[in-house]
């Protein structure tokens, strides 16, 4: 896969370093080239303050990153008051790919990257969904459950730490 469309991100997230709001999108994406989780991580880097984030699709490959999770980007001041991690709320990825090649454990670990990436995802205003069997039955969507229950996992031992 060519590098151009991380190209093209990454340049428009390092002309806006301050942008709040980026959205990607068009009816039909059928482009042979998509962002990778490498270049979500570069995003969060180039833009502290970015608030939302929407693309036409986002390439699963876990050979971006096999480091392991995310490190969570520190905002900037002046974004949200009290924002631990970056302050990314809305996440949309439109995935219309029926395909289902990766595995409930390579899409945990997506999850896990993604949301060591973007904390602060707003599950409810996040999900793209059109009601159509394809986007159940997506990658996406399998990533999709396994950040709610990332984050579901993560509050109860938050919870469970502030108890003790």
Known sequence: ???????????????????????FGCARFHAPEQPTLNAMHMV????????????????????DIEGGVATCVQPKEGTRPGARGHPLRVFRVASKDASAEISDAQA???????DGLFPNIDIKRSWVHDGSVEAILSDWYLVWV???????LRTIAASEYYQA
């Open 108 to 114: 945990e670990r997506v999850a896990e990257y993604v």
């Open 1 to 23: 896969m060519s590098d151009s469309i991380i190209i093209i991100l990454v340049a428009v997230a390092r002309a806006w370093p301050s942008a709040r709001r980026l959205v």
């Open 44 to 63: 969060s880097q180039c833009c502290p303050c970015l608030e939302e984030l929407a693309l036409p699709a986002l390439d699963l490959d876990l050979g």
């Open 146 to 152: 396994n950040i709610t229950v990332t984050k579901a």
